[in-house]
């Protein structure tokens, strides 16, 4: 396929990054269908489509989950089972203002995708035909409602009107549970009902796909194939993966392969090129977790002729979440993630049996057992691509890597102690840029952990609003905006969106005592007379460890400076420089001072539908020209 390269004007709020109505340069735009490669893959393609594990007429295969007893208490759960309903009123709750947010219906939909998930498998594990007749209700049911997609991505309601039918997150989920079930069912689905649904799924998913490649335009609602964040690979996943499940027409799913082969690489761009998840750990194991799902379709569709994991960007992207962990599995909360955000168990188990990066405590990672999906649960319960072979060995990264990494391209530093020392306080600070999908506006944030405790830092994401992905009303959330992070404000304004404000690295310097970095941050704010503005990061790994942060400013005229500790700590002042931070077991002892000048301090709640945190101001008594703020977090001894 040719690949070159447009600019496409994306209304990225749609697609639900919450960043501003912007040009991006897409690597792999719209163009029509590469038929030479499409000859290329059927040549790889069996007769007949398949899913992802068995039907359930395998019973070596399901006799063998089900004495495994993984299941039992499941089991035991579904007879009083009830499918979940298709709710109006859910459905149509944000648009008539009776919810802030879509996660009302967002929910109801995706429970109705889950309860086919799981009476499909409680089917196949007992093969007792209980739960065969409550399957094809379920099936006639989802076939027959009006809309497979999120309320919110139905623009005008016309899916629910039947007026037009888009691809997005969650009518690609439908898609492909609906595709698992009718594979995994086999001939106890009547065939007029696979008719029904196999038609549903030519004019819900499969037809508005192929319809953006007649016309040469990426449609709103096919937006998914350019976007570069976790839209392009969970709506791939279900799409390509739905196609290989049913489709009898080698041709046909050959299409649906190279859709996705070539469009998937938008989705990998999002990524930086060192590897780094500007979306956070969350984010990470929906959208690389449908990476996953694609990849394993097409690997086993194809016989491992194609695999998406030979792209050498892969490895370095399946080595974030162990590259982004602080210490003693603790995760930052970036982005559009909750404190105490970890990394899906069975992604990381896939990542880590493919490629091994990071350290060899996540060898021991083993696969979970689910029931509220019937597809990556279900691929990873069977024999799969891990199952042949070890395919990307890698290697063990050596223990100076385990001290730190440094997301080099991104600007990230993640900085922990010396194994077997007294310190047990590591930090993650970020730079990169205020064009990030799900960004917060945080150049210059920053996590710090003490123990198992995050004792300040990022206080992550608060619950999804109406207009929480609206540009013009995103930031002006104190925790999506600067204000609630850990970051300067600037002659009293906050950090701008957009790619032009964006991270510098000064300097670094790197030793098993300390590790230092120096970011510039000054183009993150829009003031006429800025001058300079760095942030250095000192972490000191010595006796029980410390993390310093000295913002270094200067003005063309006197302005105020302030900065901000953001914490989810009790915290009291001790001194008139120091603060005493206590979360769970830890204490932790923060003392502030600028050379010169004196210092204020106020206090702020926030909590905009969240977890409650305090931002602590620490500002200067008086507009100065230039000048420093030095703050250093330590253990209590």
Not at 15 to 20: Q, S
Not at 177 to 193: E, F, H, N, R, S
Not at 377 to 382: D, E, H, K, L, Y
Not at 555 to 582: D, H, M, V
Request: proline share 5%.
């Amino acid at each position: 396929m040719k690949n070159f390269v447009i600019v496409v004007v994306t209304a990225l709020c749609v697609a639900g990054t919450g960043l501003e109505l912007s040009a991006q340069t897409v690597p792999y735009p719209i163009q029509p269908i590469d038929m030479k490669r499409v000859k290329e893959i059927e040549k790889c393609l069996n007769d007949a489509p398949a899913g992802f594990g068995d039907p359930y007429s395998n019973r070596k295969a399901w006799d063998r989950l089900l004495l495994s007893g993984q299941y039992n208490s499941f089991l035991r759960s579904m007879p009083g089972y009830q499918m979940p309903g298709f709710s109006k009123e859910d459905y149509f709750s944000l648009s008539k203002g009776t919810e802030s947010s879509s996660g009302r219906g967002l929910t109801m939909m995706r429970k109705r995708a889950e309860g086919l998930s799981k009476l499909t498998w409680a089917e196949c594990l007992e093969n007792k035909n209980r739960y065969t007749k409550r399957i094809e209700v379920a099936l006639r049911d989802l076939i027959q409602q009006k809309s497979w997609t999120s309320p919110r991505s139905d623009h005008g309601f016309k899916n629910y009107n039947g007026i037009a039918y888009s691809v997005e997150l969650t009518s690609s989920l439908y898609a492909h549970t609906i595709a698992q079930t009718l594979y995994l069912m086999g001939d106890k689905v009547p065939a007029d009902l696979k008719k029904l649904a196999l038609d549903a799924l030519y004019i819900r998913i499969f037809n508005p796909v192929m319809e953006t490649f007649k016309s040469n335009t990426a449609e709103r609602q096919n937006g998914f194939l350019t976007d570069m964040n976790n839209w392009n690979h969970v709506c791939l996943a279900g799409v390509v993966g739905a196609a290989l499940t049913t489709l009898q027409s080698r041709e046909e799913r050959a299409k649906f392969i190279a859709i996705g082969e070539y469009y998937s690489g938008n989705g990998l761009k999002g990524f930086g090129d060192d590897g780094y998840c500007g979306e956070g750990v969350v984010y990470f194991s929906y959208g690389f977790g449908h990476y996953i799902l694609l990849r394993e379709s097409i690997w086993q569709a194809t016989g491992g002729k194609i695999d998406l994991f030979k792209d050498p960007k892969v490895q370095k992207i399946a080595a974030y979440p162990a590259n982004i962990e602080v210490i003693n599995g603790v995760y930052p909360a970036i982005s559009d993630c909750k404190e105490g955000a970890r990394p899906d168990g069975n992604v990381m188990a896939y990542l880590y049996k493919s490629f091994r990066p990071g350290s060899a405590k996540y060898d021991t990672l083993g696969v979970q057992a689910r029931t509220g999906d019937n597809r990556m649960s279900v691929m990873m319960a069977f024999p799969n691509s891990l199952t042949k072979s070890n395919l990307y060995p890698g290697r063990i990264q050596p223990d100076q890597a385990d001290i730190r990494f440094y997301f080099e391209q991104t600007g990230v530093l993640v900085c922990r102690p010396n194994p077997g020392t007294s310190a047990n306080i590591g930090v993650v600070f970020k730079g990169g840029n205020n064009a990030e999908s799900h960004n917060h506006n945080d150049i210059g944030s920053f996590t710090i952990v003490q123990g198992n405790q995050i004792m300040a830092g990022d206080p992550g994401v608060i619950p999804y609003t109406a207009n929480i992905f609206d540009p013009k009303y995103r930031y002006t959330y104190k925790t999506i905006g600067s204000f609630g992070h850990p970051v300067p404000l600037v002659a009293d304004s906050c950090q701008q969106p957009g790619a032009g404000a964006r991270s510098k690295t000064i300097r670094t310097g790197f030793t098993r005592e300390k590790d230092d970095i120096t970011l510039d941050i000054a183009s993150a704010y829009p003031v006429p007379g800025l001058k300079k503005l760095n942030r250095t990061m000192v972490y000191d790994r010595q006796n029980k460890g410390s993390v310093t942060f000295t913002d270094a400013f200067e003005y063309t005229k006197p302005e105020g400076f302030e900065t901000a500790i953001s914490t989810r700590s009790e915290w009291k002042q001790t001194s008139g420089n120091t603060l005493l931070l206590t979360r769970g077991n830890e204490k932790m002892l923060v003392t502030f001072s600028s050379p010169g000048n004196q210092l204020l301090l106020k206090s702020e709640k926030i909590a905009e539908g969240g977890t409650p945190y305090t931002r602590i101001g620490i500002s200067l008594s008086k507009p100065i020209t230039a000048g420093e703020i030095i703050i250093t977090y330590k253990p209590q001894n």
